[in-house]
Each structure stands twice: as structure tokens, then as C-alpha cells.
């Protein structure tokens, strides 16, 4: 086989390849071979029709055709990799010449940019104080009042904050509307989470009294239509907070104190600051990166990133048009200025990769099988899934490799980060390695157990 490369731009390339006819014959043989298995011929058995009687009763034109199909592909592959050729994306084949002894064919395909990389070691990141207030503590000890509090029945108007028993009905055009009403729903006010409106006009309202207000349906047969929505208030509550005391530490945590509770929270909040510190520096660290390094995009790689990105919006909407036009509503976005966004979106997701694809290529980053493991179960745990089905449907559908790459990519930036210069905003040194040390301990016995129960599953 014989194959030149040509540079249409710095990120794509032509190949042309010549397949002898040597390397052909046991393609034509096997193509020979699988139509002679479909065709009846009087006088020959299935599978035993002679290679002329294929070319008089097919032609060896289809023959020509299901050889190509299995050459072009596989002398592509080995072209490539002759080359040294980083492929991204699906090539564009022409057959040139398949009528002589041999198979010609041109392939432009994009490829991976060159990528000069900065010096790795020292990159100075800064990072927010990682410091507990006591207006942090006070906040988490708020929301703890909010979770043991009592509701007591109120006669008096409804305010903000009130949580009310309500009923609920709907007309268009006088006409009721099948499965909008409800009666004795619980609702609290000012939340905004049921119908727009809803709250202005119940306010000011005692129990018994009703109110009635104009309302775009958002969700049944008549979504996106207006209707004249009646509220009925049955009752008005008000949530009634414990005194932060120690009966209330007692109640609502296993310390006897309320000043124990307070010192646990404000070590709880430190961790969860710590680990905040963490993210944010890698984050950081990967922005610097993007915007430091100048490189070319190849367009496939873009555009493959926005059709994965308007999937996962557009399935999680139900492929429902409707529901994407009035999602693109709720965001204040046209069509036009959400594909801009989504482009922008995944320019810098496609260039943050190649960039650590490069760290990594240039470290010699390994993936172990542990590894892997460990950001199976994590990616499981995000989609609610077990892990063993999860990995059943990487498998399936043939996206191990790319999730090797997610994990190679992971451990690049993390090499990075482990060597970078991290302040935080008050010019204190941050020290990520305790942080590292622990949260990969905990991750390697978390990947250990699971790795242990497929172990335990798989020999049920």
C-alpha cells in the first residue's frame, strides 16, 4: 500500500492511498465469497457459485462495491497510523479508481492541532479565603431551625412566607379545565414555584376567602394558554422556629449544647470551604491553561461537542418543541443567541481537551484498571444508576475510550495542579495535598467496595 498526506489546513489533512491488487484478492474473495452465500443458481449448491457466474448474473461491479467498502475503511486506519495521524471526527472518502488491479481513494480528515505547551511547573493560581464566619455558622443553624419548625394555624390575612391549604381551579373561555384543578393543596406563599401570579393575588386574603387571576398554563393539554385561574385559601399557617438553645441542640443533633452544635458546624463548614478551594483552584488552573495556549480547532471536533450539547437539552425537554421554545423564553434567549452561546460553550470545552490531551501525552500518563473503576462508580452515582449497569451500557455502546480519555485527561490536569503555586485571596499559601491525600483515600475505598460487590455480583 502506498499513501502520501497533503496539508489542506493545520488542522485537516487529505490522504491518498493506493491498495494494490495483492492486498485486494482476499477482500474480492471474501465479497465473493458473501454473495455467493445470497444468490440461487440452478445447478450450484449455496455458497459454491463460480466467480464468473457471480460476475455474469450480479456484475463485478457489486463485487468492486462490497470489496471497497471493506478495503477503504481498513487501509484508511492503517494510513493513518503510518502517518502518525491523531484523527478527530469521521473522514470524507472518494474513490478515485476501483475499475483496474487496485483501489485508489482520497480521505480528508481533521486532525488533533500542534500544541505547544507552556512551562507546567509553579502556574500561580489564586483561590477565595477559605475562613468560617460566624455569619456562615448562624446561616447553617437558620436553615436547621427551618427543618425542626412547627406550622400553628393563623386567623389573620396572608402574608409572605405563610404556607396556606388552597384550591385551585381553571377556565378558558368559560370552560373548565380537566386536571388543573386541585383541593387542599399545600402551598407556601412566596415561593413562586406554582403558577405566576398566584401569590400576589392571594396575599391580603383570610381563610375562606377567594381570588381569581389570569395565568399561562405550563403544563397538560393546554399549555401555553392563558386561563382564568380561581384560588380558594382554606387556611393560613406560619412556621413557628425553635429558640437556639441547648433543647434545641438536643432535638436536632446528637450534642447536648447549642455552643457543641455551633463548633461542629463551623468544623463541617471548614471541610466543605477546603473542598470548595480545591475545585476551584483545578478550575482555575484549567481557565488559565485554555486562555494561555493558542491553538487551532478543528470544526468536527466543535461541532460534535454542540450535537452532544443540544442533545442532552433537548432530551431532557423530551424532544418537545414547545417546551424548548418556552425554555429558550424562561432563559430571555433567541434560537439564534443560544446557539451562539452553545458554540461559545463548546469552543472552550474542545480547547480545554486538546490541552490536556497534550499535558497528558506529554507526561506519558497511564490509566490503571483501579482508576477506572473509581470514575466508573462516580459517573454511575451522577445518572442514579448501579455501576455494574452503567458500565453494561458503556460497553454497549462502545464509549470505554472515551471515558478512559476523560480519566487520563483528569489525572493530566490534576499532575498540574499538584505542582501549580496556589494563594488564597489573602495571599496565603493553600495546601492541597492534605486535601488530595483524603479525598483519594476515600475514593480508592469507595472504588474498592464497589469493586468488591461487581466481584460478588458477577459470581452470583
Known amino acids: 500500500m502506498k499513501s502520501t498526506t497533503e496539508n489542506l489546513s493545520p488542522t485537516r489533512v487529505r490522504l491518498s492511498v493506493e491498495v494494490p491488487s495483492e492486498e485486494i484478492k482476499p477482500s474480492l474473495d471474501a465479497a465473493y465469497k458473501k454473495i455467493a452465500a445470497q444468490i440461487r443458481v440452478p445447478g450450484f449448491r449455496p455458497g459454491k457459485v463460480p466467480a ?36 478527530v471526527g469521521q473522514p470524507e472518502f472518494d474513490v478515485t479508481n476501483a475499475e483496474g488491479e487496485s483501489i485508489s481513494f482520497t480521505a480528508e480528515v481533521d486532525i488533533r492541532p500542534e500544541i505547544t505547551l507552556p512551562s507546567l511547573d509553579g502556574i500561580a493560581v489564586t483561590v ?32 409572605s412566607g405563610d404556607f396556606v391549604s388552597l384550591d385551585l381551579s381553571a377556565a378558558i373561555g368559560g370552560e373548565q379545565v380537566e386536571g388543573v384543578s386541585a383541593n387542599g393543596m399545600s402551598y407556601e406563599v412566596g415561593s413562586g ?15 375562606g376567602e377567594s381570588a381569581t387571576f389570569t395565568a399561562t398554563l405550563q403544563q397538560g ?73 493558542e491553538f487551532p480547532l478543528p470544526e468536527s471536533a466543535i461541532k460534535a461537542e454542540i450535537d452532544f450539547r443540544e442533545h442532552e437539552i433537548v432530551h431532557s425537554l423530551g424532544h418537545d418543541d414547545t417546551l424548548f421554545d418556552r425554555y429558550l423564553e424562561m432563559q430571555g434567549k433567541t434560537r439564534e443567541q443560544f446557539t451562539e452561546e452553545l458554540r461559545e460553550g463548546a469552543e472552550q470545552a474542545v480547547r480545554a481537551q486538546f490541552v490536556l490531551d497534550a499535558i497528558a501525552d ?48 483528569n489525572k493530566a490536569l490534576a499532575d498540574v495542579l499538584e505542582h501549580a503555586a496556589i494563594t488564597d485571596a489573602s495571599g496565603n499559601t493553600v495546601d492541597l495535598s492534605a486535601l488530595t491525600a483524603s479525598l483519594a483515600e476515600a475514593a480508592a475505598a469507595e472504588a474498592e467496595a464497589e469493586a468488591e460487590a461487581l466481584a460478588d455480583e458477577s459470581t452470583d
Not at 438553645?245 to 457543641?260: K, P
Not at 454511575?380 to 462502545?398: D, L, S, V, W
Request: overall charge negative; proline content about 3%; aromatic content about 4%.
Open 221 to 293: 393539554d393546554h399549555a401555553g394558554e392563558e386561563a382564568e385561574i380561581t384560588a380558594t385559601v382554606n387556611s393560613v399557617k406560619e412556621k413557628e422556629l425553635p429558640e437556639l438553645d441547648d433543647d434545641f441542640a438536643q432535638e436536632a443533633s446528637e450534642f447536648d449544647t447549642i455552643d457543641e452544635l455551633r463548633a461542629d458546624l463551623r468544623e463541617r463548614l471548614g471541610s466543605v470551604k477546603l473542598m470548595e478551594q480545591g475545585a476551584q483552584a483545578r478550575d482555575r488552573l484549567l481557565e488559565h491553561l485554555v486562555e494561555t495556549v
Open 128 to 159: 477565595d479565603d477559605a475562613a468560617v464566619t460566624d455569619a456562615d455558622v448562624d446561616e447553617q443553624l437558620s436553615g436547621l431551625r427551618e427543618r425542626f419548625g412547627s406550622l400553628k394555624t393563623v386567623e389573620r390575612p396572608v402574608q
Open 52 to 87: 464468473r457466474i457471480i460476475d455474469q448474473r450480479v456484475g463485478r461491479g457489486a463485487v468492486l462495491e462490497e470489496a471497497v467498502n471493506e478495503v477503504v475503511p481498513r487501509s484508511y486506519v492503517e494510513a493513518a497510523r503510518e502517518h502518525g495521524l491523531q484523527t
Open 193 to 207: 414555584d406554582l403558577l405566576d401570579g398566584l401569590d400576589d393575588a392571594i396575599t391580603g386574603k383570610n381563610g
Open 362 to 409: 506529554s507526561t506519558e500518563v497511564q490509566v490503571g484498571d483501579a482508576e477506572l473503576t473509581e470514575y466508573l462508580v462516580r459517573q454511575a452515582a451522577r445518572y442514579n444508576m448501579p455501576p455494574q449497569e452503567f458500565a453494561n451500557q458503556i460497553m454497549q455502546a462502545g464509549n470505554l475510550p472515551a471515558l478512559v480519555q476523560d480519566v487520563r485527561r
